[in-house]
């Protein structure tokens, strides 16, 4: 069965950092990609970065480009956020995905449970 865990978020002061993990299991797959989405209150689903297993690509919103990294370690089968200079704008309950190609070629798409991160002003 295919999972995906969220975690990290918790409160933390504008400017500081916080380092999210996304732990994958029950993954059979060939090639994925596992993306980094968040919400706030009252707005949109916003796409905040993805990494291609693959292709060995990375790409960043245009939000989070420069203060946000997305990385992996496929030992621990796990994908990790790291978020620095935070502000009240980045407030949002965060999500990680993962985008999968089987054997056959049939594509699927996985959620896991959000983590919330809130920054203090």
């Known amino acids: 069965e295919v999972q995906l865990q969220a975690s990290g978020g918790g409160l933390v002061q504008a400017g500081g950092s916080l380092r999210l993990s996304c732990t994958t299991s029950?993954?059979?797959?060939?090639?994925?990609?596992i993306g980094w989405f968040r919400q706030a209150p009252g707005k949109e689903r916003e796409g905040v970065a993805c990494i291609s297993i693959g292709k060995r690509s990375t790409y960043y919103g245009d939000s989070v480009k420069g203060r946000f990294t997305i990385s992996s370690d496929n030992a621990k089968n796990t994908i990790y956020l790291e978020t620095n200079s935070l502000n009240a704008e980045d407030t949002a309950v965060y999500y990680c995905?993962?985008?999968?190609?089987?054997?056959?070629?049939?594509?699927?798409?996985?959620w896991g449970q959000g983590t919330q991160v809130t920054v203090s002003s």
């Open positions: 995905n993962a985008d999968v190609v089987d054997s056959r070629g049939r594509r699927q798409i996985y």
């Open positions: 029950g993954f059979t797959f060939e090639r994925y990609a």
